[in-house]
């Protein structure tokens, strides 16, 4: 294996296991992670398992799952988990509370926002 880097084919990251959430989409259509020798975690498309990979710190893996358990990129999925993403406005998503975790306004870049 080379020395890892970002946007690297993950096919130059020789024999290492992927994982998948166990909520993955039936048509294999979701976002893999691996666990490196050097502590990086890479972060691969499963529709493009010789493609590009992300790195990232164990840190930087934890902070974002935190956020995901706290339900902070709820908005970006909501619409396909049941709930409405409502309109983005002002970069602002309004969402439905589908799981009566209480209300939430989460902060949201629209396509074409901000650059």
Known sequence: MSEPYN??????LGD???LKSKHSNPSGNCVEVACLPGGEIAVRNSRFPGGPVLLYTPA?????LAGAKDGEFDGMVAGLLGGT???LVDG????SDHENRG???????APGGPN
Do not use: H
């Not at 602002?92 to 969402?95: I, S």
């Open 60 to 64: 930087e893996v934890a902070a974002f």
């Open 7 to 12: 946007g690297m084919p993950a096919t130059g």
């Open 103 to 109: 209300d939430r306004r989460v902060n949201a870049i």
């Open 92 to 95: 602002v998503a309004e969402l």
């Open 16 to 18: 290492i296991s992927w």
């Open 85 to 87: 993403a409502g309109g």
